[in-house]
């Protein structure tokens, strides 16, 4: 975007947040930005404050988010309120959640109670029927975002030209992920399930960032919430989590495999596919987008890798790849970081 486009939208922004709220003499302030071109603006007026979305309409069409927004609230689960809306020029005022989301609020002590409010969420979620008309996950968007990885993160970031073996290792690991996707029962999936999304509310959380939702695999969102690479936890606390989600799905009725192994397994196959495709859109937002603050947390989602690849033997050529071709990256980015 350029500085005359963004000076003409901060000022387009700033009279119709007013008018909306009825706050005339009201200031603005940039509250947050996605890693998309939508961007989140507090309107505050004396001791009050709304939220100003703001979402070019040639860059980012509002109404996939106010679709899905109707659509959960109608299947009662927590998101932002809406107070008044301008489909055409792109503003939304919402409700003023706060400034933390869950990724700021979770530590040690705290998770297991915050994780079981973000469970009873998203079980609503699950519960809500997959419109007809909302896209699938289905092999061509599941090998599409693998290829992210191949793309952008093995052949612009790290400038590896993959050989025969590489590729046929690829190829191996993408069919096995794919069909192992395609294999699980498949709901209402929100696809960035994790605690940056997620902001307290009342004694529960509200759902941020639903607009990109999909009829697909039953453990991607579990995968998400307690397999977040933005946060470290570890193995077996996670783990006891995924399963803590599973007990509760199969009393809510949500079609997980009844055998808890299974269930697992699909959570950390899921979460490898989820993985490598964020590798790819961080270093994709890093090169083609020129937001480089993404690809510093690589490493962590390269560990995840590191801690799920060894237990599936079906994906060996890929820890293959992984240890010819990232591992000299990351032990090179692991001495910057220090």
């Known amino acids: 975007m350029t500085a005359a486009f963004q000076d003409s939208r901060a000022s387009e922004r700033l009279a119709w947040a007013r008018a909306a ?15 998309g071109f939508r961007s989140y603006w507090r309107l505050a ?13 040639d860059l980012e069409d509002v109404r996939p988010w106010l679709h899905m927004h109707g659509l959960l609230a109608e299947g009662g689960v927590r998101v932002p309120g809406v107070l008044a809306r301008d489909v055409e020029r792109g503003f939304l005022l919402l409700e003023d959640l706060g400034s933390d989301t869950l990724l700021q609020l979770l530590d040690a002590g705290n998770a297991d109670a915050w994780f079981d409010t973000a469970i009873a969420q998203l079980l609503r979620i699950q519960a809500i029927p ?11 968007m599941l090998a599409r975002e693998l290829r992210l990885f191949d793309e952008w993160f093995l ?9 025969c073996g590489d590729l046929e290792a690829l190829d191996l690991a993408g069919r096995f992920l794919i069909d192992h996707a395609l294999a699980q029962p498949q709901v209402l999936v929100h696809r960035d399930y994790m605690p940056r999304n997620l902001m307290p509310a009342g004694d529960g959380v509200a759902v941020l960032d639903f607009q990109d939702a999909v009829a697909g695999p039953v453990a991607y969102d579990p995968a998400c919430l307690f397999r ?5 936890w570890p193995p077996e606390r996670a783990d006891a989590w995924l399963l803590r989600y599973h007990a509760r799905a199969l009393e809510a009725g949500v079609p997980v495999p009844v055998a808890p192994e299974r269930f697992l397994r699909d959570a950390h196959l899921i979460g490898v596919q989820r993985h490598l495709k964020v590798l790819g859109i961080f270093a994709r937002l890093h090169h083609r987008d020129g937001k480089p603050k993404y690809i510093a947390d690589a490493p962590r989602f390269v560990a995840y890798l590191d801690e799920v690849l060894p237990r599936v033997p079906e994906l060996a050529p890929l820890a293959g790849v992984i ?14 970081a220090q």
Do not use: K
């Open 130 to 140: 997959a419109p007809r008309d909302l896209p699938r996950y289905d092999e061509a």
């Open 45 to 57: 007026d004396g001791g009050r404050s709304l939220v100003v979305m703001d979402s070019p309409p």
């Open 155 to 163: 052949g612009r970031h790290l400038g590896v030209q993959p050989d």
């Open 323 to 336: 240890e010819r071709h990232v591992r000299p990256w990351l032990a090179g980015a692991t001495a910057d």
């Open 228 to 232: 977040d690479a933005f946060l470290g």
């Open 21 to 35: 709220a009825g706050w005339p003499a009201a200031t603005i302030a940039r509250a947050s930005a996605d890693a």
